[in-house]
T-cell receptor, first 115, second 112 residues
Framework: GAGVSQSPRYKVAKRGQDVALRCDPI?????LFWYQQALGQGPEFLTY????????KSGLPSDRFFAERPEGSVSTLKIQRTQQEDSAVYLC?????????????FGPGTRLTVL | KNQVEQSPQSLIILEGKNCTLQCNYTVSPFSNLRWYKQDTGRGPVSLTI?????NTKSNGRYTATLDADTKQSSLHITASQLSDSASYICVVSGGGGFKTIFGAGTRLFVKA
């Protein structure tokens, strides 16, 4: 596709439910990032993949958050036992080059609401 | 602590007017600074990217400046249009595998 796509665009979950958010990066992009964006704030880093390797997961807020990119393309962010504080927009970005310092291309985000 | 601070938090201007958004950072070491535009309900879109040696870069009606000595950047929007209404986010990256730090953004409203 032409850009980064994410699905679903909106997700409503009951507290305690597990959710899975999908990111399809731009084809051939080496780097993939997940960010969490609270209302009125800038994105905050969650985790970074270089191809299939998860090189940095220091931003994941708890062990309820898990991300994978098994074949180095599509990535899934899973949140177990969701809590109300998990409500946010989850952004995925990809970059053609390795590392954090290059231009990143963002998807439209998944807005998660936990009731 | 590595931080990126943006001002003002929000801004209302009339269509056709110019405006300037500010970004101050304490990130070190410094690799590059980017400005993104984020429309409501969309992901951020890159406007400009500047490295240490660059002090100005333009993209249409958007002009970014960088003073690496004072660690300040600005984004100037000329002849604003209604479609410029969005959040503008300043992003700073450091070298050596350092993570990218995002500012909280400036919310710009352009009114007719």
């Amino acid at each position: 596709g032409a850009g980064v796509s994410q699905s679903p665009r909106y997700k409503v979950a009951k507290r305690g439910q597990d959710v899975a958010l999908r990111c399809d990066p731009i084809s051939g992009h080496v780097s993939l990032f997940w960010y969490q964006q609270a209302l009125g704030q800038g994105p905050e880093f969650l985790t970074y993949f270089q191809n299939e390797a998860q090189l940095d997961k220091s931003g994941l807020p708890s062990d309820r958050f898990f991300a994978e990119r098994p074949e180095g393309s599509v990535s899934t962010l899973k949140i177990q036992r969701t809590q109300q504080e998990d409500s946010a927009v989850y952004l995925c970005a990809s970059s053609p080059d390795p590392g954090h310092n290059n231009e990143q291309f963002f998807g439209p985000g998944t807005r998660l609401t936990v009731l | 602590k590595n931080q990126v601070e943006q001002s003002p938090q929000s801004l209302i201007i009339l269509e056709g007017k110019n405006c300037t958004l500010q970004c101050n950072y304490t990130v070190s070491p410094f690799s590059n600074l980017r400005w993104y535009k984020q429309d409501t309900g969309r992901g951020p879109v890159s406007l400009t990217i500047m490295t240490f040696s660059e002090n100005t870069k333009s993209n249409g009606r958007y002009t970014a400046t960088l003073d690496a000595d004072t660690k300040q950047s600005s984004l100037h929007i000329t002849a604003s249009q209604l479609s410029d209404s969005a959040s503008y986010i300043c992003v700073v990256s450091g070298g050596g595998g350092f993570k990218t730090i995002f500012g909280a953004g400036t919310r710009l409203f352009v009114k007719a």
